[in-house]
């Protein structure tokens, strides 16, 4: 199973949100790139990256930073963040990233997502962000009243390469993910799934590698607050 250190990147710092809550906001003084390398150092080859700043704007603001990172660490990069249109996806594509996390923009429209996949196969990522079993769109600001299962079964033939499944209630709360909710999303969904949110202990970990069809999980407050000793996650995920 995959692991992947998380950096969400704020003005070009690190940074983690509360349920996605921009006034909630925790600042690090690592910056990404120490961050990226501090990975790199431990063994860890994948990377989860949201550009905040993307996510607001809709524009690839930190492109430069990131190509920085694939380049200097040889990672492999996902990323996500206000991804809204063909031109985003073909720039990070060419920087060398190995996923690009389209969200709100596909959910609003299934033709931009099935399109994506046809240009960029293998490329394309879908973050569904559920808050109560419905998916929510737009930096979790508007709930989209569409049954995320229901949405899932719509798109399952587009030719999504992975599915980023995050429980809203839980992001930046290490109250540990919703194991339940993600394992019947693994069960419709064609492709591998992430979890994603509420990650706090070694446990969580040890448990996700358990389930089906999960290809990874995504852990970040819980390794910046110390909850997760990246050692022993190394070790963990070296087993």
């Known amino acids: 199973m995959k692991v992947f250190p998380a950096i ?40 989860h990256i949201v550009d905040l ?3 607001l704007t809709g524009r690839t603001i930190n492109i430069d930073l990131i190509k920085g990172l694939v380049s200097k660490f040889d990672l492999k990069i996902e990323i996500g963040g206000g991804i809204r249109n063909f031109e985003s996806i073909q720039k990070y ?11 709100s923009a596909a959910i609003k429209d299934k033709n931009f997502l099935k399109e994506a996949c046809k240009r960029f196969p293998n490329k394309i990522a ?5 808050k109560n079993g419905y998916l929510a769109v737009s930096g979790w600001k508007e709930n989209s009243n569409k049954l995320t299962t229901d949405f899932l079964q719509e798109i399952n033939d587009y030719g999504v390469s992975r599915l980023i499944y995050t429980d809203i209630n839980r992001d930046g709360t290490k109250q540990s993910p919703n194991f339940e909710e993600t394992s019947k999303i693994a069960e419709i969904s064609n492709c591998p799934v992430i979890i994603s949110g509420g990650v706090s202990s070694m446990d969580d970990i ?16 819980a390794i910046y607050d110390g909850d997760i000793k990246l050692e022993e996650l190394a070790k963990e995920i070296n087993a």
């Open 93 to 103: 594509t060419d920087i060398g990233v190995e996923k690009v996390i389209l969200g």
């Open 206 to 221: 040890r448990k996700a590698k358990s389930l089906k069809n999960i290809e990874g999980i995504i852990v970040g407050k």
């Open 126 to 130: 879908l973050g569904l962000d559920a």
């Open 8 to 47: 969400d990147i704020k003005d070009k710092k690190c940074v983690r949100l509360i349920k996605g809550d921009f006034n909630s906001k925790t600042e690090y003084e690592m910056s990404p790139v120490e961050q990226a390398k501090k990975y790199k150092d431990h063994g860890f080859i994948n990377l």
């Open 53 to 55: 700043d993307g996510a």
